[in-house]
């Protein structure tokens, strides 16, 4: 079986070369084409982003004996740059950890009654680009789950960024609207490399809180998160 396939490819050969000359005239000869070649390489290397706080600011924010209807604001330094594009600056707060829910817990949430001081305190934070971002005069969600859209219960208006608020404050008789502190709130978009800020933040006690004297309110951690201009936190 072997010697007849190699005879019959022997054969087909054979006749390929006798019709040679019939296959030359009515087929273009093609031949090699012409080809030059040329090395290369591809190489990347990433960009850079970063964040950096003013040496003479620090971010450990401390509102030391407060007293009723005075507001005390601290202030940060800050600088972004960027190898490329401009930067968004964002404030953010773990909203899962205990400080965040005693800070602006949900009404009745198990964690604190009225998310900590509720109508009794006050908070803002500013960027000196971005203007104010956030301001809120009840820091209680509406329900317990640290969000909006409760129907039935008045609620401060807030956007996707975290941007809004409320500065309505408690002065007796009808609550402000609950709003409570997002966990990520948008203070600056399109930052150019280089930019250098404030970030102002403001907290206080409103003037009818009489009951509480010297009670430590607690540390609520937070973070500045430099982004990608036009790219959302994750």
Partial sequence: MQKAMLLKLGGFVTALCATGALIAATVP???AYFSDAKDGSLSATSG?????IDPGTTTA???ANLMPGTNQTEKIHYAVNASAGNVDLWLTFDSSSAAYAQFTGGRYSPAYAEGGLGRYGYFSVADSHGGTAF???NLAFADGTNTYGITGKSQC???SNG???SATIF?????????GVPSRILLASNLASGTDGLVSITFGLNGVLQTIQG???GTVPFHLVATQAGHPLS
């Fill in 157 to 159: 208006t807030v956007d």
């Fill in 61 to 63: 924010l401390s509102f």
């Fill in 48 to 52: 850079h982003l970063s964040l950096a």
């Fill in 215 to 217: 009670q430590d309110e």
């Fill in 171 to 179: 002065t007796g008789g009808a609550y402000p609207p609950y709003c």
């Fill in 29 to 31: 000869a093609t031949g």
């Fill in 163 to 165: 941007r809004g608020g």
């Fill in 135 to 137: 301001t809120s005069g």
